[in-house]
């Protein structure tokens, strides 16, 4: 079970607890075989050599060759199961991740849209499989190490006490040196990526405006920062990876003149002189390994802490009862809603009732707050205060995945996904003909799509065809009435549709309506307000009329000519007194 406050790479991690303590069980007895080439050297200089016993020789060469190979296939299994513990990582992760990822866009109104997250979900199941995770391993068999050069020798000893101690201040310094650098760069990089991606996805813009020179000087200067950065860490950390390989080789080669001096003195024999260089090599390799891996271990802590602080923000939702098929009664009550990560209110304290099997117009100047409030209708933004009810729950305690089936969306900027236009429209889940060639027709669309190479086959995106801005809005319209919705939000739905698309358009609202459906449409354009039954009209987040059509273009009409007289008498005012003033 999951503890409390445990988000799902944690609890992930705490799964595959059985699988690092195996890696630890055969690293106990990895290292323990590297003492293996020692004491082999150890007993052909003592026994072999002073004894002359080839048949000796070739038992302690068979013995060691025999526990090297068993030291390999040790390796090799250890290896393996950390490729298979980082797949299972990713694979038990990566929906979460994605769903966080998702989240996070959605929580910022996708000004934080990025795929980052599962990048780091990637390089750190990449950095699990690599060489400086076994250093880890490995390094606290030091003291072991020691204690047997200590064995052979105090001189011994003590040179690779003072020689870990060395490399444990260099690893120290490189932390101190780099540390903060490569988090910086690696934010900055983050950072900078996610500037081009905006970028690219507005090429057209860019390019027939000519914005391309100043974005791309731009996008320089934060490269050139990044590149700063990780030139900076990267220097430092080459120079303390070069102190530490030429140090470990140089204390190597002068242990043997130690043991060459000790062995003169007979305090030794020759066997413990090479065995020791041997030994001491193995002993210092998991640190110098530690400090040459610090920059991807960096990366990996990095990546974990983001990793960690997703997931944890955004927990699993709680799983919800299943509630009735909605009928389309939609009730606003008191609503208050500011764009994600803003506190300044865009719709303000509205209030509203509509019956299922309306056709609902939002009309009202630009920023009034009408795309907010289709938003809030759908439950993709969260209100600051008051609550949007469908048949009488709260449209954020329905459980989303259930509630999608009955819900349509149109929004302002269609987009398409890569697939066929049948998967497209089908909201890719199982496509069903009946239905996608049902809600094609619905939106007028089915005799176009014919007309492509593939017909409903015809895929969308890097690999197809690029429709025309109509042709995709006509397209998600159908998308939008796919599997008969009670719940309708259209967002601008004639913006890029000719007059073909327009009848066609008028003829869905026909038959949506008489399926019982409730329809929001948010439009600039006149010529579709005669299919509506009610209009709402918003000025500066509020709620300026409501009511049937007739009455509400009826007020409307009555302030356009109380304002045309205002302004007339005001002109004639002006007119009189510069007469005068003439």
Known sequence: MRGAHDNSLHAALKACKSSFFSVGFFSFFINALMLVPSFYMLQVYGRVVTSGSTITLVMLTLIMVMLMLTMGALELIRSRIMVRVSAKLEISLSRDVYRASFKRALASGGMDASAQPLSDLTGLRQFLTGNGLFAFFDAPWLPVYVGVMFFFHSWYGWVAVASAIVLLCLAIVNEKLTGAALAEANKQNISASLYTAKNLRNAEVI???????????????????????????????????????????????????????????????????????????????????MIGSWKGFISARSQYARLSEILTRQLAEPERMSLPAPEGNITVENLVVSAPGSSTPIIKNISFAVCAGTVVGVIGPSASGKSTLARALLGVWLPQHGVVR?????????????????????????????????????????????????AAKAAGVHEMILQLPKGYDTVIGSDGVNLSGGQRQRIGLARALYGQPRLIVLDEPNSNLDDVGERALAAAIAQIKASGATIFIITHRTNILTQLDRLLVMRNGVIALWGAREKVLAEISAQHQATAQQQAVELKAIQAATDKTA
């Open 207 to 289: 390019e027939s405006m000519g914005m391309l020179q100043s974005l791309m000087e731009r996008w320089a200067l934060r490269q050139k920062k990044v590149l700063l950065l990780q030139s900076q860490a990267s220097d430092r950390g080459g120079l303390i990876t070069s102190i530490s390989k030429t140090f470990r080789l140089l204390v190597q080669s002068l242990i043997l003149g130690v043991g060459a001096y000790l062995a003169i003195r007979q305090e030794i024999n020759p066997g413990s002189m090479i065995a020791g260089s041997l030994l001491l090599g193995r002993a210092l390799a998991p640190i110098d390994l």
């Open 390 to 438: 469908l048949d009488g729950a709260d449209i954020n305690n329905w459980n989303k995945q259930e509630l999608g089936a009955h819900v349509g969306y149109l929004p302002q900027d269609v987009e398409l996904f890569e697939g066929s236009i049948s998967e497209n429209i089908a909201r890719f889940g199982k496509v069903e003909p009946d239905k996608v060639i049902q």
